[in-house]
């Protein structure tokens, strides 16, 4: 979590005042200032609201974040920022004031954290009222998310379905798919990381249905980037969507992330910066 001189440090450069200024504003020394942006102190309790007030936010978002505002998107963006997953690059926002971003799903790496993603996957199946009868991860990523999503469906909802993964390259017995054996008529949910222009995702899809005549219910993925071909205006998610008729569904999505950035949700786009 970012701390109270890292939220005074973003909020003095956004209203464009020196160290010297906001000193002399709030009556005190800049040295005093200058410790608190760098952790060596901390505001006395009763300088928090004077603070809050010249800078025309709440107690809650001088402390890092809108705690009680937040949002199921702005609480899962605020958990991948919190897990390196998440970085802004600060020469792009600098020059146009457009968070340009980047998502490593690999620093998702331990159990706490691949539990956490698989809650939030079962969650978005439960609140979509989403019916299916086998759930997919797609290699590589997707494996471990749909196997935590699938252990949560069980855990916090009850539900009991059949998993299965499938192989970028097949095992020695020639083997793409493992787990569960897909059969005619079973409607799937796939589990992927992310969605960009949509073709990779379609070609995984069509060599599934080489094995079984299966309908896709949903694909989920946890961030869709929304991107498009060259020359075109749709997204992958909405060329999925009318490829196969099935709803794509994202944890979050690019203009999730940038709205949050914006306004001040997460910490500040200087935290993020990708060192």
Known sequence: MVSIGDKIRYLRKQKNVTQENLAEILHISFQAVSKWENGMSQPDIAMIPVIANYFGVTIDELFGYKLNAMTYKERFIQFMVNNGALKLEPTHYE???TP???IDTERFDTNAQISKIGSFFADCIRENNIEFDTLLG???HGIAFSGAASAALFEKYGITVNYCY???IPDSKGRIICGHTLKDGERLVIIDDLI???STL???IERLKEYAEIKI???IVITDFMTTKENDIITGAQRIEEKYGAKVYSIITKDDIVRAVNND???GWDYLINE
């Open 95 to 97: 020059l146009e004031k």
């Open 166 to 168: 499938d192989r970028q």
């Open 138 to 140: 797609l290699a590589y």
């Open 217 to 219: 219910t949903a694909i």
């Open 265 to 267: 949700i997460i910490a």
């Open 202 to 204: 379609i070609e995984r």
């Open 100 to 102: 340009k971003f980047s």
């Open 196 to 198: 960009f222009s949509g």
